[in-house]
C-alpha cells in the first residue's frame, strides 16, 4: 500500500486521475461508522441501515487494504492526528473495485472524520502494466515476510518441544532415582520400627539409647538424600547439569557409608576404605555422591552374606581421579558386563537375599560419569567378585563446561 499526493498532470505522469467525486463519512475511534453523506452510501452501493453502527470503515476493504489499515494507517492516525492522500481500493456491494483517495483527521471529540475522493483514470495500457507488477512484487514481498515468520514460530514450537520432552525426561529420571535410592534407607527404618515394637519389653534403657541413635542416624541419612536428590532435580530443571567443586574424598565415602550401613550389617558384610592421603576429588558433589552410593549399593545387592566391600579413592600418574568399589560377590560373565553397560538399558536383577531394584541406578550412574567426562569400567569373574572403577579427568570435564 501506498502513500500518495493527488498531483496535477505533467509529462511523467502514467495515469491521469479525472473529475473527482467526493464523499465523507465520521468514524468512532475504533473505525465504526457513525455518520455519511449520501454519496459516500452511493458510492460504496450499501444503505444507510447496513452501514451506520454495524460497520467499520475497514469491512470496506480487501484483505490487504485491512491489514494495511491495521497495521499502518490506524496507528499513524492516532499518532499525528490526521493523515492525507492514503489510497485505497473499497469492494463494493456487487464485488467491483473502486480506487479512492483518503484524508482523515481527529477531530476535538475523538471521532475520525474522514474525506474520501474517488479516482477515475484515464486507462493507460503502460501504466496498468507496471501497476500490476508492483502490485504482484508488493504481494510476493508480503508472502515472503509471512512465510519467514511461519517458519521462526515452527522453529520455537520446536524448541518448546523439545524442551517438554528434555523436561518429562528429567522427571522421569527423578522420580526413578527416588524410587531407586529412597528405598533402601525407608526399608532401614521400617525394620527398626519393626524390631522395636517386637522387642519394647526386652530392651534396656542402654540398648533403647543405642537403637535410638542408630535410628536417628538413618533418618539423617535420608533427609540428606531427599535433599540431594533434590538440588540434584532443580539443577537438571535449569538446564546446567553440573556444579563442580573442590572435594575432599573422605566427605563423600563417610557420607556414602553412613546411608549404606543399615543395608550392609543386614547381611553382615563389612565395608573397607582406603582413601589417599592429602588428595582431592573435583566434580559435582551431589552427582558423585549418587555414582559411589550406587556402586556401594549394588555390590552390597550382589555380595553374599558376611561379604567383603571395599572403596578405594586414589590418583592415577597423570593426575585423574580413581574411584573403585571391589566385591567378592558372584560376579559378572563378559556378556553379562556388556549388556550392563549397555546405555538406556535398565533391567534389573535380583540380589543374593532376593533384593530387588529398578535398573535405573547404573544407567544414571553411566550418565554422571559422562557428564564429568569421565570412564567407568568393569572388571568381573563369575563367582569371585567385581570391580567397578571410575576415572575423573578434571581437564575434560572443564572442556565440558566450556562448551556448555
Known amino acids: 500500500m501506498e502513500i500518495v499526493k493527488v498531483a496535477e498532470r505533467s509529462k511523467n505522469s502514467e495515469r491521469v486521475f479525472h473529475q473527482p467525486s467526493t464523499a465523507s463519512f465520521v468514524a468512532e475511534s475504533t473505525g465504526i461508522i457513525i455518520e455519511a453523506s449520501d454519496s459516500f452510501f452511493s458510492l460504496i452501493q450499501r444503505s444507510e441501515a447496513e452501514v451506520l453502527n454495524r460497520m467499520y470503515f475497514q469491512n470496506l476493504l480487501p484483505m490487504g487494504g485491512k491489514i494495511y489499515y491495521n497495521s499502518q494507517y490506524a496507528p499513524l492516525l492516532q499518532l499525528h492526528g490526521k493523515i492525507n492522500d492514503v489510497r485505497f481500493e473499497i469492494v463494493r456491494r456487487d464485488h467491483s473495485k473502486v480506487l479512492v483517495l483518503v484524508n482523515s483527521q481527529i477531530n476535538r471529540e475523538g471521532k475520525i472524520e474522514s474525506r474520501i475522493t474517488e479516482l477515475k483514470p484515464r486507462r493507460n495500457i503502460q501504466s ?138 543386614k547381611k553382615n558384610i563389612r565395608l573397607a576404605q582406603d582413601i589417599k592421603e592429602q588428595m582431592v576429588v573435583y566434580g559435582d ?36 581421579s580413581v574411584l573403585k568399589v571391589t566385591d567378592n560377590g558372584i560376579g559378572l560373565t563378559e556378556s553379562q558386563i556388556g549388556a550392563l553397560l549397555m546405555q538406556n538399558r535398565n533391567n534389573s536383577t535380583l540380589g543374593t537375599s532376593g533384593e530387588k531394584g529398578t535398573g535405573m541406578g547404573l544407567m544414571l550412574t553411566q550418565e554422571f560419569v559422562q557428564m564429568h567426562g569421565g570412564k567407568l569400567e568393569v572388571t568381573s569373574k563369575k563367582g569371585e567378585g567385581s570391580t567397578f572403577k571410575i576415572t575423573l579427568n578434571p581437564l575434560e570435564l572443564n572442556k565440558k563446561l566450556l562448551a556448555i
Not at 549418587?290 to 586414589?314: D, P
Request: aromatic fraction near 6%; include cysteine.
Open 128 to 265: 496498468d502494466q507496471s501497476t500490476d507488477k508492483a502490485k504482484i512484487q508488493e504481494m510476493s514481498d508480503e508472502i515472503a515476510r509471512l512465510k519467514s515468520q511461519l517458519k521462526e514460530k515452527n522453529a520455537k514450537i520446536n524448541e518448546q518441544e523439545e524442551e517438554l520432552e528434555r523436561l518429562d525426561a528429567i522427571k522421569n529420571k527423578f522420580f526413578n532415582v527416588v524410587s531407586h535410592d529412597m528405598k533402601s534407607p525407608l526399608c532401614g527404618l521400617s525394620g527398626f520400627v519393626n524390631m522395636i515394637i517386637e522387642n519394647a519389653d526386652d530392651f534396656s534403657k542402654d540398648r533403647m539409647l543405642e537403637v535410638s541413635k542408630q535410628f536417628k542416624d538413618t533418618i539423617d541419612g535420608t533427609v540428606q538424600l531427599a535433599d540431594n536428590l533434590i538440588n540434584w532435580a532443580q539443577s537438571q530443571m535449569n538446564g546446567f547439569d553440573i556444579h563442580p567443586e573442590i572435594i575432599h574424598p573422605e566427605e563423600l565415602v563417610n557420607e556414602v557409608l553412613d546411608l549404606c550401613s543399615t543395608s550392609a550389617r
Open 285 to 320: 558433589r551431589n552427582q558423585l555422591t549418587f555414582i559411589l552410593r550406587n556402586l556401594v549399593n549394588n555390590a552390597i545387592k550382589f555380595t553374599h552374606i558376611g561379604g567383603l566391600i571395599g572403596i578405594e579413592i586414589s590418583e592415577n600418574e597423570y593426575g585423574d
